[in-house]
């Protein structure tokens, strides 16, 4: 055996050095930095070969223990504490990219989570059950995906330059679920706002569910049930059930104390064809048969109105065969107020004093006198008035009769003008049919549908 010892160097190596190891054609000495240099043009090193089974099966495997793998066709190292695969760019990602074939994967075989990092600070993080989120290592329970904005001024934002489409889509298929949900946490906060028209966004420092703001409109509901559909339905005063018309509306709302609040802030004093400034506008109809109702209106002159429109004021009863059928109310060209009451003579006279409450509302002056009609309700001589004042007037009985009759009455005034700590009037003695305007102008606006999603996206 010692004989064989030399030819088993010479067949293996051209030179053998008792520090290093050289194996060469050409007898050259090995790199002083090397236990073993191999030098070839033609030939390569060849690492043992073996099975994911065989690899996995090596008892106590040296740390940099050095395999290929036949079934993963890739290289496998031991670090110490667990098998490693040495990536190529056959076998994994290169920087520069890949040719792939369908079957790759990115990212964890096993629970552990696949991070992000960039400028060595993770910003992503993938969790092994589907969760992902930015800029932060836990997401909220409830999100498949969460960002969290930190230093920007938005944690996410979808952006979208063409004439169709949008900048982001949610879709859901629930009963109870939600395409999107806005929430904010601050008691001063709003949870979703919404801007068009290129402008910027307003909305209140209380707070509310939803802010938008538009050019021309802020908020656009469609009931899309061209039969019985509502667009928008508003609850308020956490009431804890809201109400649609059967038929159908444009607009619903339901409120423990109001189900609808309307406000104009300008009274504008302008001349008698200004716009009017009203908490609410109703019409009905088209064209020329319209029907219109100013609410809480303010129109040219200055003069406020409860109700302003060109239709009847109608109560709605009950007739015996329970049907529903109207009483119209009287209307007068003038602002007047009406008193009615019983009286008696006595002796031929009475003096009949109005409620003082009624009295400091009308005006009574020689333009605008008291009307005062009586009706006997006794036997006499027939009875006239006298002495017509705010505060009352006089019943005699004629030609000196003196009967204890009794009698009924109504007056009619006009009601006084208001006069405010700033010197405005509000003209209500002073008009007889008062000129003001009309229906306010309208205009359509077109309306586009959008295909509607299929499925999740």
Avoid at 210 to 239: D, E, P, R, S
Avoid at 343 to 364: C, E, F, M, S
Avoid at 368 to 382: E, S, T, Y
Avoid at 433 to 443: I, K, N, R, S
Wanted: aromatic share 8%.
């Amino acid at each position: 055996m010692r004989a064989a010892i030399p030819l088993l160097f010479c067949v293996v190596s051209s030179s053998v050095w008792c520090q290093n190891v050289g194996i060469n054609a050409t007898g050259a000495a090995p790199a002083s930095s090397a236990m073993l240099d191999i030098t070839s043009t033609s030939s390569g090193l060849l690492i043992p070969r073996m099975t994911t089974a065989q690899r996995t099966g090596i008892a106590a495997p040296a740390t940099g223990l050095l395999v290929y793998d036949t079934n993963t066709n890739g290289f496998w190292y031991w670090n110490g504490a667990a098998w490693t695969t040495l990536f190529t760019s056959a076998t994994g990602w290169a920087l520069t990219g890949n040719s792939l074939t369908g079957q790759e994967v990115l990212g964890s075989l096993n629970a552990q989570p696949v991070r992000f990092v960039s400028s060595n600070v993770e910003r992503m993080r993938l969790l092994a059950n589907g969760q992902l989120v930015v800029n932060n290592t836990v997401p909220a329970a409830t999100d498949a995906f969460s960002a969290y904005g930190g230093a920007y001024t938005y944690a996410n934002a979808g952006y979208h330059q063409g004439t169709t489409g949008a900048g982001t889509l949610s879709f859901a298929q629930g009963a109870t679920t939600f395409g999107a949900r806005a929430h904010n946490a601050n008691a001063s906060g709003s949870g979703l706002l919404g801007t068009g028209n290129n402008v910027g966004g307003i909305y209140l420092t209380s707070g509310s569910g939803l802010a938008g703001t538009g050019a021309g409109l802020g908020v656009f509901g469609y009931g899309i049930n061209l039969v019985n559909g509502t667009g928008v339905l508003g609850g308020g005063n956490n009431t804890a059930t809201l109400f649609t018309m059967v038929a159908g509306s444009g607009l619903a709302g339901t409120g423990t104390n109001f189900g609808v609040y309307g406000m104009a802030t300008s009274n504008a004093f302008g001349a008698a064809n200004a716009p009017a400034r009203a908490g609410g506008y109703f019409e009905s109809g088209s064209g020329g048969n319209l029907v219109y109702t100013y609410v809480a209106c303010f129109e040219g002159p200055g003069t406020p109105r409860k109700v302003m429109g060109n239709g009847t004021v109608n109560t709605v009863v009950q007739n015996g065969q329970g049907e529903h059928v109207l009483l119209s109310a009287p209307e007068a060209p003038e602002n007047l107020f009406q008193d009615y009451g019983t009286a008696q003579l006595v002796n031929g006279r009475a003096h009949v004093t109005l409620d003082p409450t009624l009295a400091r509302n009308i005006l009574v002056n020689e333009a605008h006198p008291l009307r005062v009609f009586i009706q006997p309700r006794g036997a006499c001589k027939g009875m006239y008035v006298t002495n017509e004042t705010a505060d009352g007037f006089d019943v005699v009985e004629l030609d000196g009769g003196n009967s204890n009759a009794g009698f009924h009455w109504m007056v009619v005034a006009n009601r006084a003008n208001v006069v405010h700590a700033d010197g405005t009037v509000w003209p209500f003695a002073e008009e007889r049919f008062a000129v003001t305007q009309g229906p306010q102008p309208v205009a359509a606006q077109p309306v586009a549908s959008t295909p509607i999603p299929t499925g999740p996206r």
